[in-house]
């Protein structure tokens, strides 16, 4: 008999160890990082007790993303209340930044329009380069990693230099790109590849809607 024929001799009878309590006890097994001989009733404990703090550091990690997302989530009501009480597009570019800078504590935030009916003083409607058009026409969703286009690097000013990372979201309105959003960040972790992109959808939606609302 070899220990295979043991194995299937113990999944055949589940019930060897209850008709033989005494073994349990007799049974040596070593300890799993000391190596000293204990019995097959501690070795089970060891192993349970190993169990469940797995599952405590897998269940507070389930609980920390829980209230990241819950912060998220409050952060976006805020930023949706304040573009919805924005009366023109001045006032709903202040909130977006307000909200973007300060309340999501993104050191870099710029965008810019180019279809739109309307066009305002300010930055955001400055011409831009064929190269960024064709990049946020491709985008099949938000961008996240190092900086792909030395031009939209230079939408956060001089301190652009610095940036690490962006996050690029499409803005566009019944399948019509109208500009981009850029945010970008000296933390080369801060916007990575890979990164969920659900609130950065969202938020493209809704700044988006802000635009048509006021741009037409």
């Known amino acids: 008999m ?6 299937r001799f113990l999944l055949a009878n589940p019930a060897f160890f209850e008709e033989h309590p005494a073994l349990v006890t007799q049974l040596r097994l070593p300890h799993p990082h000391s190596g000293k001989a204990i019995s097959l009733t501690e070795r089970q404990l060891i192993g349970l007790r190993q169990r469940i703090a797995q599952l405590e550091d897998k269940f507070g990690a389930l609980l920390e993303c829980g209230e990241e997302n819950d912060a998220i989530g409050d952060k976006m009501h805020r930023l949706t209340v304040g573009l919805i009480e924005a009366t023109d597009f001045p006032s709903a570019r202040q909130a977006l930044y307000t909200h973007l800078l300060e309340d999501f504590v ?11 009916a309307h066009s305002h003083p300010g930055p955001e409607f400055m011409l831009v380069g064929e190269d960024v058009r064709q990049f ?6 938000p961008y996240c990693g190092t900086p792909p286009l030395a031009e939209i690097t230079q939408w956060f000013g001089p301190e652009g230099q610095q940036v690490r990372s962006q996050a690029l ?4 309105h019944a399948g019509e790109i109208l500009g981009l959003l850029a945010m970008g960040s000296e933390d080369p972790e801060r916007f990575y590849s890979g990164m969920g992109t659900l609130y950065l959808v969202r938020l493209g939606e809704l700044i988006s809607a802000s635009l048509h609302r006021h741009l037409g």
């Not at 070899?2 to 194995?7: A, M, P, Y």
């Not at 946020?136 to 969703?141: K, R, S, V």
């Open 169 to 172: 979201v499409p803005l566009h």
């Open 106 to 116: 993104v050191p870099h935030v710029a965008f810019r329009v180019w279809c739109s």
């Open 2 to 7: 070899n220990s295979n024929d043991v194995l």
């Open 136 to 141: 946020t026409a491709d985008l099949p969703e």
